[in-house]
């Protein structure tokens, strides 16, 4: 069942999208790669407040994460989604909030931190923790039908992407409700939020005892190509612009086709 509509709003929920075994699978790839972190890795909080660490790229080292992405219903379901006839991997990341972050993940978008541009995309955040509503992932309905807003770093607001005035700043998302819906679920493992890259989204910290560990995995329809980016992008793919040049389809082994529309 899915809670609300990827077209038209940019974001919805999959309840119950897979099995206790697959979290289980999931649990390994999460548990396996905060025990060995890669350089790719960072911590997106202040060292007061609790650790907020995330790491990106480590399908191919991880074989349980391998496993869930490659095995499990989850590029089907992007696929579907999407309306795409073809799924290409683009990025596995892991995103784990330790009791007593309180640190709230700012609103944006995802498109312009990244070296890819087209419309068929599909990230899917996955949580092995139950969330509550406030401490979950929000989306602003629509906003994946807009403009680009200027990507900042989440820590200092600095605009290290874009230079300053060539992308529309976000819009004041909190003080105007009305203008910008937001909607957002409580989720259980098993549950899967899918959304737009340019969909506006932001979250909320975690209380208690509360863990948010999470794998998100990012995926890529057929009209995505490569975007070669003058900076170095989130996550880096350092040398691909050797190989694959800009506006190139993304036929690369660091993106594997994982599924396929039936003929």
């Not at 396996?32 to 350089?39: E, G, M, R, V």
């Not at 329809?221 to 992008?233: F, I, K, S």
Request: aromatic share 10%.
């Amino acid at each position: 069942m899915t809670d609300g509509d990827f077209a038209r709003d940019g974001a919805c929920c999959v309840r119950n999208a897979f099995t206790p075994q697959q979290m289980e699978l999931a649990r390994e790839a999460i548990e396996a790669n905060l025990a060995d972190l890669s350089p790719l890795a960072k911590r997106a909080s202040e060292m007061s407040d609790g650790a907020f660490v995330e790491d990106f790229c480590s399908w191919q080292r991880i074989p349980a994460m391998e496993r869930f992405i490659r095995e499990t219903d989850a590029a089907a379901i992007a696929g579907e989604l999407m309306g795409a006839h073809e799924v290409r991997l683009y990025h596995d990341h892991v995103l784990n909030k330790e009791p007593g972050t309180r640190q709230r993940t700012p609103w944006h978008q995802d498109l312009p931190y990244y070296n890819v541009d087209g419309r068929l995309n599909l990230s899917m955040w996955i949580p092995i923790d139950p969330v509550p509503r406030e401490s979950t992932l929000e989306f602003v309905k629509g906003s994946h039908l807009g403009p680009w807003y200027m990507p900042r770093t989440f820590k200092d607001g600095q605009a290290k992407w874009f230079a300053e005035g060539t992308l529309q700043e976000l819009p004041d998302i909190d003080g105007d409700p009305e203008h910008h819906p937001v909607v957002g679920w409580a989720l259980e493992p098993g549950d899967a939020v899918c959304f737009h890259m340019l969909t506006l989204h932001a979250a909320g910290g975690v209380s208690g005892p509360n863990h948010r560990r999470v794998l998100s995995i990012r995926f890529l329809g057929e009209d995505m190509r490569h975007a070669v980016r003058p900076w170095v992008t989130s996550p880096p793919f350092p040398g691909l612009a050797d190989e694959l040049s800009d506006g190139a389809a993304l036929d690369h082994p660091l993106f594997p086709v994982l599924w396929r529309r039936p003929q």
